[in-house]
């Protein structure tokens, strides 16, 4: 069996991220339980001064 970058191939297919509930972004990662965009189920909207979309 090869191990290294041919294996990498298989990585293409699989979902990291679903629709968030709260958002309504593909931005729920179904492992980690966490929406990287609004960062739900914490109770606080995620939000930074840096971020574009925002204003």
Known sequence: MVKGTTSMGGFTR????IRCRRCGKNSYH?????CSS????????RKYS??????
Request: proline share 4%.
């Open 14 to 17: 699989k979902h990291v991220h």
């Open 30 to 34: 179904k492992r980690h339980h966490r």
């Open 38 to 45: 609004c960062g739900f189920p914490d109770a606080k909207i």
């Open 50 to 55: 840096w971020v574009k979309w925002y204003t």
